[in-house]
């Protein structure tokens, strides 16, 4: 079982509901509209991968069944908080599950961090992915410290931000394989 994947697929299904729920809570158009598209991407995200990976894949803990059953609960859970518990304990709730689930999303591509340095190959990085996540963490960081001010946002974007660097840091020093540091340090 592969942590990178496993977490990754289960963050971008769970991280825009719990995030979106949170949004909703707060009455906080910002976050939960951006979270909707979220929500819609990770549906498609998961339809895909499960169209394209056999049965019992290993980047899955356990199988492809096992692991939208576990997504749902989740997810169910999370809705069950919203719906019966005051809204701002219910927030409290679900900004500490949404911010652990956006830092496993954020730190995926790093579980490959000892094969990394050990290759001298940052391949198994995707520069795309980690352009990505520091843009977005930086922006959510500006906005979570400066104007909305709730940890639940800006704590999981900074941690987001700087491993992000980390990545775009490895991919400058490593590039994708061929054993030979890109620029000197």
């Not at 895909?48 to 859970?77: E, N």
């Not at 979570?144 to 974007?157: A, E, F, K, R, T």
Request: hydrophobic share 50%; net charge positive.
């Amino acid at each position: 079982m592969k942590w990178n994947e496993e977490s990754k697929a289960i963050s971008y299904e769970i991280s825009p509901c719990v995030s979106f729920e949170i949004g909703v809570l707060k009455k906080e158009s910002r976050v939960w509209s951006c979270n909707a598209v979220g929500v819609i991407l990770g549906v498609y995200y998961f339809w895909a991968f499960t169209r394209y990976s056999p049965k019992s894949s290993p980047t899955l803990p356990g199988s492809v069944s096992q692991h939208a059953k576990s997504c749902f609960d989740i997810v169910l859970l999370s809705i069950m908080i919203a719906m019966k518990l005051p809204g701002e304990k219910a927030a409290a709730i679900l900004g500490k599950m949404g911010v652990g689930f956006c830092i496993a999303l954020f730190a995926s591509p790093l579980a490959a961090l000892k094969t990394v340095v050990q290759n001298k190959s940052a391949k198994s990085i995707p520069l795309s992915f980690t352009l990505a996540t520091v843009v977005n963490c930086f922006l959510w960081s500006v906005v979570g410290v400066l104007d909305m001010q709730d940890v639940n946002i800006y704590l999981p974007c900074l941690m987001g931000l700087a491993i992000g660097i980390v990545e775009v840091l490895l991919k400058l020093l490593y590039g994708n394989g061929d054993g030979k540091p890109k620029m000197a340090v």
